[in-house]
């Protein structure tokens, strides 16, 4: 039997963007739909989607160079055209929700901010300039700016250039209609706009043990909440799990075959954060560099100007390193608990394959705050220490998992898992993870529910099902209409 949406329930296990961003796109296509939500903390939004737990970038491709690397020598484009058009899917979503409720407010979340990618020494100039010259034909990126004039640089991000390393050439490319995201302002907006309609359900402080398949159909939850310790089980017809870091853990504790043999490689991160006013008003911009040789893509290190609730605040980072936790409020058993007989071979594979990774990753976790100064001042030379201090970020689990080719492999972006009846659906991995968020979870309700042409999915992104950089009439049209209504032309 087809499932369908109609007079349906859903349990998403996790209050993140993600679950959130699901929540809301199913009342939207059928207000009728049950929902609830299982959260282990005592507020939804505190892991990784919380605002300093990750970076904010609204990841579009404008400015991550580990997305455009050079492939039998020409620049491969095709990671940063479909991550553009992903974000793109997140901006036409918001901007249908700020029209239809007064109460969401996308400005609150969503800030315009050019994104840079900032180079030294010739051949990273070299790589830049062709990167420049292939992707500004692409209709996507046409505003993009290239120059390896200093005066032009310090006139895009002041701190940037310094009169101590005059001589250095550099070089950058700018799109000044980046944006700088607060994806937990976003999560608590969505959660606004749903504990406002009928049949929702939000259950926070219990923690999710495991999920077991009902013999006819649906499946069994049990929880624990964590302030009484009162065990519990419900049931539903369908379940997300949007449980960041745990979600491989839960499904490796159901035994979903679909995910047999997969494994979580946490990195935890920190942050360099400025508290000097004068610097911070300095810098305007996302400006992002190239990975460090044998450093994770994820590591990419970045100059950003973040603005949370109307203050304020220069990061550079993220600082990557080892950790055994699967969440920031997680537990140095996670990782541990995880080794099992069908994933410790692909385990030991992958992590025999990546020891310089591993030695990369342990080596920055017990990096002295000189090395620390001294990368940022490959951005800023001007760095003072005395106004530079460090802040934990949230975990990222990549994804190992066996392959035929390979025999194992790490990856690093996101993977949606669904059961063969398709009535249970995971994400897991971590990159381009929020920005993504609504094509992520349209995805995950066209699958489940076997949504096809479905009016009212057309009429939250105008652009659904359309390749933007292959139609730039549309794109352009879309554009100008969603841009000027979220503040970002
Ligand atoms: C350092 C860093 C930088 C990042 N930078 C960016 C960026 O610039 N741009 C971008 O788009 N993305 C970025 N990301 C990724 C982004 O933060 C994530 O993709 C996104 O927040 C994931 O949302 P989520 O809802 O899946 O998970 P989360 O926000 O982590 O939410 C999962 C929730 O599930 C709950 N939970 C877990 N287990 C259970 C259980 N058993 N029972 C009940 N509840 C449970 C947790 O408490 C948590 O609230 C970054 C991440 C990190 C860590």
């Not at 105008?462 to 049209?477: A, D, E, M, R, V």
Request: charged content about 20%; hydrophobic content about 40%.
């Amino acid at each position: 039997m087809k499932n369908s949406l109609s007079n349906q329930d859903i349990t998403l296990i996790g209050g993140g963007v993600m679950s959130l961003t699901l929540a809301v796109l199913m009342k939207e296509v059928n207000p009728n739909t049950k929902v609830t939500l299982i959260e282990r903390l005592h507020e939804c939004g505190m892991e990784s989607s919380q605002a300093l737990n990750n970076a904010g970038t609204g990841h579009a491709g404008n400015c991550e160079l580990n997305y455009t690397p050079i492939k039998n020598g020409s620049v491969y484009l095709d990671r940063a055209i479909e991550v553009n058009e992903m974000f793109e899917t997140s901006l036409q979503f918001w901007a249908y929700l700020d029209k239809k409720y007064p109460q969401f407010k996308p400005k609150k979340f969503l800030r315009k901010t050019p994104h840079i990618s900032f180079v030294k020494g010739e051949a990273n100039i070299a790589y830049l300039k062709k990167r420049y010259e292939a992707i500004s034909k692409e209709p996507l990126f046409e505003e993009m700016e290239f120059t390896t004039d200093r005066k032009k640089i310090k006139a895009w991000a002041p701190l940037l250039i310094s009169k101590k390393d005059e001589d250095s050439s550099a070089a950058a490319t700018k799109i000044a209609h980046g944006t700088d995201v607060n994806f937990g302002e976003l999560t608590k907006q969505l959660l606004a706009l749903l504990i406002k309609q009928p049949n929702v359900t939000i259950i926070l402080n219990s923690d999710v043990k495991t999920i077991k398949l009902k013999k006819n159909h649906g499946w069994e939850i049990y929880y624990s909440n964590l302030l009484t310790k009162n065990k519990t089980v419900m049931y539903a017809s369908n379940v997300f799990i949007g449980a960041g870091g745990k979600a491989i853990s839960l499904l490796q504790q159901m035994k979903v075959k679909e995910a047999s043999g997969y494994a979580g490689f946490p990195v935890s991160g920190k942050w360099l954060v400025c508290s000097n006013p004068l610097v911070v008003k300095k810098h305007n911009a996302k400006v992002y560099g190239q990975a460090l040789p044998k450093s994770p893509p994820m590591s990419i290190p970045h100059l950003d100007l973040r603005v949370i609730e109307g203050k304020n605040t220069l990061m550079f980072g993220p600082f990557a390193g080892f950790t055994f936790k699967f969440l920031k409020y997680g537990s140095f058993f996670d990782l541990p608990k995880t080794i099992k007989i069908n994933n410790i071979g692909t385990m030991i594979r992958v992590f025999s394959k990546n020891i310089s990774l591993l030695l990369y990753l342990i080596k920055q976790s017990l990096q002295s705050s000189k090395n620390r100064m001294a990368e940022l001042k490959y951005f800023y030379p001007d760095a003072l220490d005395e106004d530079w201090s460090l802040m934990d970020a949230g975990k990222r689990v990549q994804i190992m998992k066996g392959c035929p080719k390979e025999g194992a492999k790490l990856e690093f972006g996101t993977e949606i898992i669904f059961t063969k009846n398709k009535t249970l659906a995971a994400l897991i991995g971590a990159s381009p993870g929020a920005s993504v968020s609504a094509h992520s979870m349209l995805n995950v309700m066209t699958t489940m529910f076997n949504l096809t042409n479905d009016k009212t999915i057309k009429e939250m992104v105008p652009g659904y099902g359309i390749s933007l950089n292959k139609n730039p009439k549309i794109l352009s049209q879309i554009r100008k209409k969603i841009y000027s209504q979220l503040g970002l032309n």
